[in-house]
């Protein structure tokens, strides 16, 4: 079977969509493990981090560009599994609850598309404000272990200082929960992973996880705005 006949599927998009789905997991971990120095009281933990990334230099780019490609392939990938879902469809349902076994249908289930759109936009405003925001031109400057290098950590908590930008936040953390709930059960059973005998097991765990990524992101900003206002 061909590639093109593969990507061209039903089935194939599927499978596309709950490997980057996956590979996209994976990713936020490690991005918040990384984020999570942003709580210790020596910025330089954070901007150690930070630069240590930075320092890879090519190999960063080269990541960065494979993330990228990830994003996107996720994204299309997505939008042709709903538009196939929705020509499957007979007809549209006058009545919607919440259904218990092997459908999982939920608000999660039902409202993917929506937090996909919105965790995407929330993606490119993410990007152009840390990965590409103010820098050492622009006074970010801070000195770790002798050598020059970005202050992120500063503007980090500049930027979280805004009630706006925190509840802007904190709200696309909830949308990213809602969408890991239902991606990750969603994924594991594409790929056969999840059968009859262990799938309240498996959607725990898609609902343990979606809530450990969720909660730990959006207490960041929390964390630092009630910092800056002398709560810590």
């Not at 936020?28 to 984020?35: K, V």
């Not at 929506?114 to 990965?131: D, K, N, P």
């Not at 820098?135 to 801070?142: I, N």
């Not at 770790?144 to 992120?152: K, M, P, Y």
């Amino acid at each position: 079977m061909s590639l093109r006949s593969i990507v061209g599927s039903s089935i194939g998009r599927k499978f596309i969509n709950a490997l980057t789905g996956i590979g996209l997991v994976l990713f936020i971990i490690i991005h918040l493990a990384g984020n999570l120095t942003l709580f210790s009281s020596d910025p330089q933990l954070f901007n150690g981090y930070a630069k240590k990334l930075n320092d890879y230099g090519l190999i960063l780019y080269v990541a960065e560009i494979g993330l990228l490609l990830l994003f996107l392939i996720h994204i299309v990938s997505a939008i042709n599994v709903y538009l196939d879902n929705r020509k499957g469809r007979s007809k549209d349902y006058k009545i919607k609850r919440n259904a218990g076994g092997p459908s999982k249908k939920s608000v999660s289930s039902r409202t993917m598309i929506i937090s996909g759109i919105i965790l995407m936009a929330f993606v490119i405003w993410h990007v152009l404000t840390f990965r590409f925001g103010p820098g050492m031109a622009e006074g970010y400057v801070t000195r770790i272990h002798g050598e020059t290098a970005r202050d992120l950590h500063k503007l980090v908590y500049e930027f979280f200082t805004s009630p706006v930008n925190v509840v802007l936040y904190v709200a696309v953390m909830i949308f990213l929960g809602f969408h890991l709930r239902h991606g990750f059960w969603s994924s594991l059973q594409t790929l056969g992973l999840n059968r009859e005998e262990n799938s309240s097991s498996v959607y725990a765990a898609g609902l343990f996880i979606a809530l450990i990524l969720a909660l730990g992101f959006l207490l960041i900003p929390i964390w630092i705005y009630y910092s800056a206002n002398g709560g810590v």
